[in-house]
């Protein structure tokens, strides 16, 4: 709207002069009224037709043969406004306008252009005798209201608020509008007054205490905006939007204990949407750290969600998140199962099953759903990684390569895709094939290259084959850095100096192993007693 204003006025300004011109020379011709209402009576053919150009031709010739024609002029607007002609058609308009001051509908076409010009008082100056002149007028009264709050004479806006509700009756807009005056002016007695008002005409509606409570809060009035939301509750105790108003004023008082207790009130309450117990959930989360006492407060509203709403997944998932958090598995995996019988497409219902018979070492039920999973979510990585972990686990190996393989397509975080291929590494090489594990490793180093993990058992599967031993030594040097405790890390560390021959640094460390080794490892004493034997100890 700014741009075509802008245009409207950049083009009006260059060009009305010299248009004028040409308008009054071309329709100087001689009058002649019949020639001129046949093409105004075609011209109007050709406007119903919607044959915008032959309309224009039409009336264009109309105002040759008459050029004072006001009628000819007013149709002409139009259709130059319609094919863009803006400042022809504003040129028009207000010559027609000017050649019948009487003509309620020229005036108020030229009103709409002083009105998208930004023209407001120039428009103001049209409507005022225009509004007295046709008093029942209503749309004509409501837009010079609109003005006069555009331009910010508010005094004038009032009185003429106080015209048109004489003439419709009371109205919610015009009362908007008036209170939002008051609002502007600061006029904190008034709109208190008004609303009172308001009150005594309609004391059933809820809406008039709702505002006034508001403003009693805004005035630092606490008591008395406490005691008008009571009173809503008097008037209509299922009134939807209470508690939330309620809900507000506590909190913003610094009563949280209140403000949670209206919380639980409006999801409990039947009369408030479920979209509407939604936002001022999320709105309460958003606001409050996390903390135990939050997530106690999270127990209870998805309790009464589910209470209130026992068909709806919403209070299901929020209860079943607290139980994750609380890591309980057995109610986190009960509660998710009842949110995939309410949505069996529901993604954090699939996920957080899953999650849930993962802690509990339920690997064929992780299995089984994260297969299900993938009907619904075909390119999520996250329901591969589980199938693909779960079948490793029940030593369905091939299966889990196969899972593992089509999930790191679909990944694009690098840790992530990290772990993918980590996982792999260690199951090609249980199944032999070095050189599909060894490639899967250096997958994983290129993007984490501090994956402990991966950096220990790179190097030990190399150290064993005696392959790239500096290379193994570079890494499970990195490791041991890394975990300078881990026996696990240390054995590694010291095979790879071993099949250097750096024995006596292997000794060392395999020393050190060995002590922080919980329990004797067959594998810990077969490399000590290699590494000895070298030592001739």
Known sequence: MKYRMFLLL????????????????EFAGKPDKKKNATYFSNGLQSKY???????????????????????????????YYTVGRLDDAFWMIEKAAELDPENKWYQMRLGVFYRELGQLGDFI??????????PDDMEMLSELIEAYLLTEQFDKALAKMDVLEQQIGQNDFITEQRLGVYKRQGNGKKLVAELERLIKENPENVRYYSLLAQEYAEMGKDKEALKTYEKIKEVNPNDPYINVSLLEFYEKNGDK?????????????????????????D???????????????????????????????????ILGSYYIVEQNALKSKEIYKQVLDIDSTDFYGWQNIIISESRLNENENVRQHAIKALKYYPMQPVFYWYAGVASAVLKINDEAINYLEKGRRYTT?????????????????????EEKAFDAYERTLRNDPDNVLVLNNYAYYLAVKGQDLDKALEMSTKAIAAEPDNPTYLDTHAWVL???????????????????????????????????DKLKK
């Open 10 to 25: 950049l083009l009006l300004g260059c060009s009305m002069g010299s248009f004028a011109q040409t308008m009054e020379s």
């Open 49 to 79: 037709r919607e044959d915008t150009e032959g309309a224009i031709r039409n009336f264009e010739q109309a105002l040759h043969y008459m050029p004072n024609d006001a009628a000819s002029m007013f149709e002409l607007s139009e259709q």
């Open 125 to 134: 100056n049209l409507y005022e005798p225009l509004t007295k002149k046709y």
């Open 257 to 281: 204990e209140k403000a949670f207790n209206e919380l639980i009130a409006a999801i409990r309450n039947k009369s408030l949407d479920i979209a509407t117990k939604a936002n001022i959930w």
């Open 283 to 317: 709105y309460w989360m958003g606001k409050n750290e996390k903390s135990n006492e939050i997530d106690e407060q999270a127990r209870q509203c998805g309790e009464a969600f589910i209470e209130t709403h026992p068909d709806n997944k919403l209070g299901y998932l």
């Open 413 to 433: 975080d690098k840790i992530q895709l990290s772990n993918f291929d980590a996982f792999l590494g260690d199951l090609y090489h249980e199944q032999g094939d």
């Open 498 to 532: 071993y099949m250097k021959g750096d024995y006596r640094e292997a000794e060392k460390h395999m020393k050190k192993a060995l002590k922080l080794l919980k329990e004797p490892d067959e594998t810990y004493t077969k490399h000590y007693e290699a590494i000895m």
